[in-house]
């Protein structure tokens, strides 16, 4: 059970630290983001929630082939969209969020073998 909650701490920490330095971004440049909403693709926010930027980035995904020996791997990712390169650029402004677009984004990771 400790475990679980530690998890989960360490989840809402990521969450909250994406968040505030998005919008922090966000402001600092005077900048808005589009497409967050579902309802209205047009409308444009200056303060994201960390729940729409997740759901930006849930059709990303990671696709590894291994060679059958595992000497050689071919990594092939989804191509991002204007507003997940705009996010990625926005939140890349300080070495906290470079580490976390790199580690902890929830990518879809698909692994097969190379024949």
Request: aromatic share 8%; charged share 15%.
């Amino acid at each position: 059970m400790q475990g679980l909650t530690y998890l989960l701490t360490v989840g809402v920490r990521v969450v909250t630290g994406l968040e505030f330095v998005l919008r922090r971004s966000l402001a600092q440049d005077h900048a808005t983001l589009s497409c967050l909403h579902l309802e209205n693709r047009q409308k444009m926010t200056n303060t994201p929630t960390a729940e729409r930027i997740l759901k930006a980035f849930s059709d990303v995904s990671l696709t590894i082939f291994k060679t059958a020996a595992g000497e050689h791997s071919l990594h092939r990712w989804t191509p991002l969209s204007v507003l997940q390169q705009e996010a990625l650029i926005m939140a890349s402004a300080t070495p906290f969020c470079l580490c976390m677009t790199q580690k902890y984004f929830a990518f879809k990771i698909v692994s097969s073998s190379m024949t």
